[in-house]
């Protein structure tokens, strides 16, 4: 097993600022897959978004900072509903353009399927190598689990699964070797997630 990295949440220049001051080593910025949440979650269109983060993720580079490209409801938004996952990709090459080392495709609200965890990684795999693209799963409708073993079917190596505890933030913790990783997000099945957790990396490591 490998270590685990402080990550720093980075909106604009500004956090990147105080992420040099922090000494960190990895940072994560984060946009929408819908232009109703974008707006509502930081208060920017997707374009003004994307803008910023060519300017920002080249800065967190020559920093000497590891970039995780973060996108949140990626299979569903609640205010626009369904998000194509097309569109994801898009916005997907655009933060690998940007010099992004990994993306990580956020379930917001718990509305995906095991379809459309495929259907997505479909898209997305074209943009970066599986090894750097994650999902982050909440288990609202009780299918992370299965849209985790979904992941399984598309050839994945090692998963990297975290259980998180309520209102605590996520964070990525890597293995060695890993080939996609894996976030679990549960308000209220924490312990159910903690089982998933061990379920899944006994079922990659044995299989």
Not at 70 to 78: A, H, R
């Amino acid at each position: 097993m490998g270590h685990t990295e402080p990550s720093a949440l980075v909106p604009n220049m500004k956090g990147l600022e105080g992420a040099i001051k922090a000494g960190m080593k990895e940072v994560t910025v984060f946009l929408s897959a819908s232009e109703s949440h974008n707006k509502a979650n930081i208060n920017k269109s997707i374009a003004d978004t994307l803008r910023l983060f060519s300017e920002l993720i080249p800065a967190c580079k020559a920093a000497g900072m590891e970039v995780i490209g973060s996108i949140s409801v990626v299979m569903g938004c609640p205010f626009d509903g369904d998000v194509p996952p097309e569109r994801v990709a898009e916005i997907a090459r655009e933060l690998a353009d940007f010099g992004a080392d990994y993306l990580m495709l956020g379930d917001t609200i718990g509305v995906g399927n095991p379809l459309q965890t495929k259907r997505l990684l479909e898209k997305v795999l074209p943009v970066m190598d599986a090894k750097r693209i994650g999902l982050h799963l909440h288990d609202t409708q009780a299918t992370a689990l299965a849209n985790a073993l979904a992941l399984l079917g598309m050839g994945a190596i090692l998963l990297l699964v975290r259980n998180m505890g309520l209102q605590a933030p996520w964070s990525v913790i890597k293995f060695v070797g890993a080939g996609l990783f894996l976030s679990f997000c549960s308000m209220v099945r924490g312990e159910f997630l903690f089982i998933y957790a061990f379920v899944l990396v006994f079922l990659v490591v044995m299989g």
